[in-house]
């Protein structure tokens, strides 16, 4: 089962910053997700919500700000046990710092109902700029419609389907979208990974991961009901007591 550090290793640093993706490194993480946005000057960086209110105590929408604004706010302002400054890094730096060591890579593109036109183009030149890069990614997103646009630029890129608000009774329609834009994993939360949903979407010849597994105990469940790979702040969750 992959274990695939949660925007960087985010129960340690402040999510989604340099910090957390330097420490999943330096302790071994070889997979790994982060979520994707565009400033208004076009630059795709790295931040989990669409504005810093959580993060930075600042309620400016990222799509709203030039990078070089948006790289004055603390994006470690929030995370009490290293709060010193952060700055919401670029997507660029990102892959500087965990190209090198990936297997594989979640590219999570943030782009409900459409807020940033024209992302899944830039985001694709991305991975087809670096070797290597384009066979060890995967792009998900909660907005089904982007997936449907990666999937018309690009008929090779994986793609992740993944499930919001599911309930097992929504599952398999799920399962026949995802199936349209051919998806090769689905992703789904753990409060409804339980085994009949994991064996229905691996018997639809889906990879599943479930988001977000923090405690060894789920951990263990995760990978007892077959589930391919979790997504986790702690990418040292096997070898923790809890
Ligand atoms: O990509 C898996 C997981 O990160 C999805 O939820 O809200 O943590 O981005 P979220
Ligand atoms: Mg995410």
Known sequence: MRIISHRGASGYAPENTLK??????KTGSRDFEFDVHRTRDGRLVVHHDYDLSRTAGSPARIAELDY????????AAHFAADPAFQ???LLEEVLDLVGPAADWINFEVKNDGGVYPGIE????AALNSRPGLFGKSLVSSFDHDTLRRFRALSPELRLGW?????SEL???PAVLKARAVRAENFHLALRIAFRPNIALLKKAGFSVCVYTVNSRKDALRMEEIGVDGIFSNYP???GREA
């Open 121 to 124: 183009s830039e985001l694709l």
């Open 87 to 89: 700055r919401v890094p």
């Open 162 to 166: 993944l499930g919001h608000g599911l």
């Open 170 to 172: 929504l599952l398999a």
């Open 20 to 25: 957390a993706f330097e420490l999943a490194v």
């Open 236 to 238: 040292d969750i096997m």
């Open 68 to 75: 070089a604004e948006l790289s004055r706010l603390n994006a």
